[in-house]
């Protein structure tokens, strides 16, 4: 089994529609990330979580929001999605084992109509 | 703002050729760096970490770092067209001041490279 699992794999909404991407892991790590990539663009961090009380807002954070339910799991919210927000949206993790290398999910490609 | 820099290619090289990726970072006290591979659609996988100066080899990859030129680098020998993908450089940004270990990663847009039949 996958250690970062990432559901749903593709979706498809409309504009103005409220969307949750979620994340889960099983390496047992304390951090957790989501990034976006888009082409050209690279990899930008949207919002990070070194702990569950621990949230912060990465590069690009406008009009997302997160929730660390646990430290297995991280999910990513678009209140109301815009076409500008489609995307390919990847989880990653690491721990204090890890230093600070990530592990990334499989990602999430995202399309807003 | 942190900045990691790659060229965007594409780097073109022939099978068995040794393909050369260079990557530059602005942040001076980066301790980490990191070298991901990212086949189109599938999820970035680490390939190599380097923490010291000079060089790191791992089969055919072998990693270089020069903190005094803020250069990291990665060679990949006896290219084969399984390589075929973007690369991917990261470097650590330590936060300031320095309070914990907890630190992110800044990505450079990537490399996109093609190996050659």
Known sequence: DA?????????????????????????????????????????????YSFDVKDINKGEISD?????????AKFSLSLESAIPN?????????????????????PGTRLLVL | QKEVEQNSGPLSVPEGAIASLNCTY??????????????SGKSPELIMSI???????????TAQLNKASQYVSLLIRDSQPSDSATYLCAV?????????????????KGTLLTVNP
């Open chain 1, 3 to 47: 250690d970062v699992t990432q559901t749903p794999r593709n979706r498809i909404t409309k504009t103005g529609k409220r969307i949750m991407l979620e994340c889960s892991q099983t390496k047992g790590h304390d951090r957790m990330y989501w990034y976006r990539q888009d082409p050209g663009l690279g990899l930008r961090l949207i919002y």
């Open chain 1, 63 to 71: 009009g997302y929001s997160v929730s660390r339910q646990a430290q």
């Open chain 1, 85 to 105: 927000q489609t995307a390919l949206y990847f989880c990653a993790t690491s721990g204090v084992l890890s230093g600070e290398t990530q592990y990334f999910g």
């Open chain 2, 26 to 39: 602005s942040d001076r006290v980066s301790q980490s760096f990191f070298w991901y591979r990212q086949y």
């Open chain 2, 51 to 61: 923490y010291s100066n000079g060089d790191k080899e791992d089969g055919r990859f």
């Open chain 2, 92 to 108: 650590n940004n330590i936060p300031q001041p320095i309070i914990s270990s907890n630190y992110k990663l800044t990505f450079g």
